[in-house]
Nanobody, 117 residues
Framework: QVQLVESGGGLVQAGDSLRLSCLPS????????MGWFRQAPGKGREFVAS????????SYADSVKGRFTISRDNVKNTVHLQMNSLKPEDTAVYFC??????????WGQGTQVTVSS
């Protein structure tokens, strides 16, 4: 069974950077559309960024445009989310997801990102 293994979360200060990584164990990342979502305390899960199988289409939430970058490394079988200029409102559990198009049916366990002011 495919599992999405996330890493890279942590506690940082406002303005710092973090890079999240997601690896689909047992499969290759090039098979999937990949996305990142986040859930802040007391809020619902929200879309952050996505990259299609061919990497031809990349999308971002308005709240992270210009600060976050999603990328796919087929050699290392990993998807990254580079997060720059982090803000306290970026504090959330970040989830990696895999699927087809805009339908995600595989989810990681989540990694905590905390940004202090």
């Amino acid at each position: 069974q495919v599992q999405l293994v996330e890493s890279g979360g942590g506690l940082v200060q406002a303005g710092d950077s973090l890079r999240l990584s997601c690896l689909p164990s047992g499969r290759t990342v090039s098979e999937f559309a990949m996305g990142w979502f986040r859930q802040a305390p007391g809020k619902g899960r929200e879309f952050v960024a996505s990259i299609q199988r061919s990497s031809s289409k990349i999308s971002y939430a308005d709240s992270v445009k210009g600060r976050f970058t999603i990328s796919r490394d087929n050699v290392k079988n990993t998807v990254h989310l580079q997060m720059n200029s982090l803000k306290p409102e970026d504090t959330a559990v970040y989830f990696c997801a895999a699927g087809s198009g805009a339908v995600y049916n595989l989810w990681g366990q989540g990694t905590q990102v905390t940004v202090s002011s």
